[in-house]
Each structure stands twice: as C-alpha cells, then as structure tokens.
C-alpha cells in the first residue's frame, strides 16, 4: 500500500480519528493528482452495471465518509465505482458528543456513534449542484418521519444517480418486528413514487439466527415496496466505553466473516435478480471476489479506505482484474 501504510496512516493515526478526517478532508479540497494517488484500474472488464446505472468498476465508496457531498470530485477522481454521499436528514444535524468514533487497528475495526452529523438536504443540494463528479454519486438519506424523508429525497434527487435509504431499524437484532416492515413498506413505497432513481435500501447485518430472520424479511419488503435493491450491510451496534455515548456500530474487518453470508442469504431471498452492495469488512480483492461470488454486483467499502488509504480502490480494481 505504499507510502500510505509507511507514512500517511501513522501521521493519521496520531490524531484523534475526527481530527485526522478533517484534514483529510482538507486535503481532498486541494488539487492533488487523485487518479494517480487512487491508481484505479481502468481495465473494462471490471465495467457492471447496476440497477440500470453503468459503472466502470464495482468498487464503490460507502456512506458516512463524505457527509457534506464536498469531496465528490476528488473521490470519484481516485477511482470509485460511484461515492455515496451522506447520510443527509432534511434539517442539519450536529450528531452526537464526542468522541464518537473510535479505533480498533488490532482488529482493523472501528467502532461509530456519530448520530449523523450533516448540513441538511437543502445545503447538500446547493453543495452537490456546484460539483462535478467523475463517477455517479449515490445520495444516502435517513431513515425519518415520511414527509421529511420525502423532502430531502425531492432536494436531493436531482443531483444523485441514485439513492441510499439508510433503514437503520434497530429492532432487527431481537428478531421480526411487524412495525418495523410497515414502516419501511410505507417509506420505501413513498420514496420509489416520488424519484425516477433507483432507490437502494441499506439494512442493518445480521449476526445470529434471530437478526436473519429479520433482515431477510426487510429486504423482501423493500423488494415488494419497490425498492431497486440492497446494500447490506450497515454497521453493527456494540458497546464500548471509548464512546461517550457508551455504545456504536461497529465497522471493518470484524464484520467481514459475515459480509459473504449475508450477501448469499439476501439474495437467495430477494430472488437472486435483485441487485445487491456488499458492504462490511471489504479490504481486499479476494473478499471483493468472495461477495461477488455470492451474488452481489458492486461492493462497498469505508474502514479499509481509513487503515489502507487512497490506494484501495487501485488495490482492488487491479486485484480483481489479475484474478479474473
Ligand atoms: C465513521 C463512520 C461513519 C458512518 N456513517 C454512515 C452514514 O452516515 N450512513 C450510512 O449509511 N453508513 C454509515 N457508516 C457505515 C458504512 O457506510 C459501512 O456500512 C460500514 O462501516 C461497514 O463497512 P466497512 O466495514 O467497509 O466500514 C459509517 C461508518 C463509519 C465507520
């Protein structure tokens, strides 16, 4: 991985894991010469496309990196597949106390309670209509209030090739839960009438028996309401004192055994034609292979972009191109 793991990540990792994402973000603002730090393959066997949006490669970045949209350029120039921006609420939110992210570099983890900080949909719009983005730019939005998440998707719509319901449906981890999938059956059916993109719905993974159960329900309701297809999955929620609010989902390389299993198991229920976005632990181009394999068509990835760097899409893209 270059000079990111002998320098980048060190200096990085000196700094708290917010501040280090702020000056990363800086340095995305500049004009660095990001196709060449990203070295994304431009082969075009890696080229898919997913619920009717052509992508050059499948390699996509997921939500929650760029809150605000600011950085698409800079992202979709390193190589992504598509960026997903967001998550965006309809009114700005300054998410939860810090800290609120921690690392966990044994494990290649991290552990987030950010509560979903971002400047609110009508901001993000005016920030996304003043970009240009090299690849399509997927626009995350929260799982609120129906006529709330109706607004935002209405602002956002216009500048997303497609849109990401962030379901964050807490319930699932304890097994069914009947209000959950009314809920989502009403949000999904309200969202898919109101845009002409593909609406993607991104669940929560599922760790024991009871969580399948229902997961693989709400992603047939998704599927039934009109959804375009899932992303699975979102973190998973853990506790840990190094957060203050004592508790946070947990991201990267922890969750990875489960990421393919998921990924088989939504996709067998889902029919196995319904596109899906792996998403959990992704760092290299054999897991990239692995969730392929088990029926996804992009995957996406966040905790390897902190520990590998800017080179992971090149990483994999080349990777998947050497092992086809
Ligand atoms: C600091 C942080 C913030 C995140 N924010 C969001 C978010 O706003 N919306 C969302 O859908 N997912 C969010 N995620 C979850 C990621 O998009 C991804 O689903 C999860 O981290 C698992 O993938 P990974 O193991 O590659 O990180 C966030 C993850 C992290 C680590």
């Not at 570099?105 to 240009?132: C, D, F, I, K």
């Amino acid at each position: 991985m270059g000079w990111y793991s002998a320098v980048g990540r060190r200096a990085f990792f000196a700094l708290s894991p917010e501040a280090s994402h702020r000056v990363a973000g800086r340095m995305l603002s500049l004009p660095l010469p990001w196709v060449r730090i990203g070295g994304a393959s431009t082969d075009p066997s890696l080229a898919v496309t997913l619920a009717g949006i052509p992508l050059r490669n499948p390699v996509g970045l997921a939500a929650g990196f760029d809150k605000t949209g600011a950085h698409v350029d800079a992202l979709g120039a390193l190589g992504f597949g598509y960026v997903v921006v967001g998550t965006f609420t309809r009114e700005p939110r300054k998410g939860n106390p810090s800290p609120r992210i921690a690392r966990f570099p044994r494990q290649r983890s991290m552990v987030n309670s950010m509560g979903l900080p971002n400047p609110g949909a009508e901001a993000s719009a005016t920030t996304l209509g003043a970009r240009t983005a090299p690849a399509p730019v997927f626009v995350s939005i929260a799982d609120e209030p129906r006529d709330a998440a109706v607004a935002t998707l209405e602002l956002l719509s216009p500048h997303a090739a497609a849109i990401e319901l962030n379901a964050s449906c807490p319930n699932v981890e304890w097994g069914r839960d009947g209000g959950d999938e009314a809920h989502l059956a009403e949000l999904v059916k309200a969202l898919a009438d109101r845009t002409d993109r593909p609406l993607f719905v991104k669940l929560p993974p599922f760790l024991t028996d009871a969580a399948r159960d229902g997961v693989l329900a709400l992603a047939r309701v998704a599927q039934d309401a009109g959804a375009a297809g899932i992303t699975c999955s979102n973190t998973h929620p853990v506790a840990t004192e190094r957060l203050a609010s004592g508790k946070g989902g947990l991201s990267g390389r922890a969750l990875w055994p489960h990421t393919p299993k998921i990924v088989a198991a939504v996709a067998q229920a889902t029919g196995g034609a319904f596109p899906v976005n792996a998403c959990g632990g992704i760092f290299t181009p054999g897991d990239v292979r692995a969730c392929l394999d088990a029926g996804a068509t992009t995957v996406q990835v966040y905790t390897s972009f902190i520990y590998d760097g800017p080179g992971i899409v090149g990483m994999l893209t080349r990777g998947i191109v050497a092992h086809s």
